[in-house]
């Protein structure tokens, strides 16, 4: 049973429009969610994280919108670049005792085309 | 170094051969993960580490798989007599405490054949 859910396996977005990554998450014991973006024959990478006393966060062309009473968060990319094209992995912590562990979604594939 | 170091990058084992997947992590970072990703997966979490002791090795899949960090940098995740379904990437993070802002390696890509 997954708990995290990236239901778009693939995304295309042309370049300079926004791109938008939904992730739904099934356990209401996550309270801390974070975005990684991976190319290929890489490692994920950070890219942005949100707290649950928040409904945004935002770092440059990168923001990230929690919706607790619908388990849904989105990360928004304006302006869309070449260079984002990359899986995006959506992930959860739980608090206390088990905050070591991310749970992560599928991953949604980006291309941004020129 | 500057960032985690995973070796081998790409290892190939014949089934039932034994194979031992090395991490370098961040220098200083006390926690230590192991991850799994299987084709077209997320990353599946497998055992954590603070310092040298293992905390949590619930996501191991069988008693095949076994992982130590015994000077609480370091860590080595060993698979005994691998089976074609232990095919993934292996992912190794550290992080400074918990598994906020955890750093990952490349990976090292398991190929049974």
Redesign the interface.
Known sequence: DQQ?K?NSPSLSVQEGRISILNCDYTNSMFD?F?W?KKYP??????LI?ISSIKDKNEDGRFTVFLNKSAKHLSLHIVPSQPGDSAVY?C?A?PPGAG?????????TKLSVIP | GAG?S?SPRYKVAKRGQDVALRCDPISGHV?L?W?QQAL??????LT?F?NEAQ??KSGLPSDRFFAERPEGSVSTLKIQRTQQEDSAVY?C?SSLL??????????TRLTVV
């Open positions: 995290v990236q801390y974070l990684y024959a890489e490692g994920p990478t950070f994280s992995f992930a912590i905050s070591y562990q991310l749970t992560f979604g599928k991953g | 985690v995973q926690s993960f991850y077209g997966q997320g990353p599946e979490f954590y603070q905390l949590d992912l993070a918990n598994g906020y802002e955890a750093f990952f390696g490349q990976g």
